[in-house]
């Protein structure tokens, strides 16, 4: 059921969406009585441009449900929420920002050993620099820290990979690319950095 869950979250329409959102009524579950039901109603509000809906609604979830293994992605989703609302208002930016450094930082330790994530949450580092003057030095910083540590992770996987009697290509092509925009967002961040005169 996990593995239908995810694919309705990145599909609604899909054979296998329309399956998954039919499924709990069948079975006697009440809607959003899963996270995979909250992300597709956060999903819904975004499009409709209903932020605030968005992140009550991940909250609340979070709330009544916190041991829920789906809350790092619920968390993520609240903070590039938040991280969007302070690239439209410049009164409230900061506060925003610090809301989305809050749910970022809830998510950081539920994915410790993920590149995908990991990359992900240096994203949100790097864009919270961007948008706050007066946390930019330490979310660049940040943001290098966290890609520092997909580069540790990703030299792992390599080393695995190459210990394998005959080493899948897909895998290793898959590590090239990580290994790319890890590096692309390596040089940027650093570019940012001088040219913020961070020390």
């Excluded at 709990?24 to 975004?46: I, Q």
């Excluded at 968390?75 to 925003?96: C, F, N, R, T």
């Excluded at 330490?138 to 005959?166: G, H, P, S, W």
Aim: hydrophobic content about 40%; proline content about 4%.
């Amino acid at each position: 059921m996990v593995a239908l869950a995810v694919w309705s979250v990145v599909d609604d329409s899909s054979v296998l969406g329309i399956l998954v959102r039919e499924v709990p009524s069948y079975m006697g579950w009440a809607p959003d009585s899963t996270a995979a039901d909250v992300l597709r109603r956060m999903s819904k509000y975004k499009k409709k441009g209903r932020s605030d809906d968005a992140i009550k609604t991940g909250i609340a979830w979070t709330e009544k449900h916190p041991g829920d293994g789906w809350n790092g992605w619920i968390y993520m989703e609240v903070s590039a929420l938040y991280l969007k609302k302070a690239g439209k208002h410049d009164e409230h930016a900061e506060e925003d920002v610090t809301e989305a450094l809050l749910f970022r930082d809830k998510a950081l330790p539920l994915f410790p050993d993920n590149l995908y994530w990991l990359e992900r949450l240096a994203a949100i580092s790097e864009s919270a620099g961007d948008f706050s003057p007066i946390q930019r030095c330490i979310q660049y910083r940040n943001t290098m820290k966290l890609l520092d540590r997909v580069n540790i992770l990703l030299t792992e996987e390599k080393d695995r990979v190459a210990r394998q009697f005959k080493p899948d290509p897909a895998d290793c092509e898959q590590m090239k690319c990580v290994a790319e925009q890890v590096d692309t967002a390596v040089d940027r961040v650093r570019g940012k950095l001088q040219r913020s005169a961070c020390q």
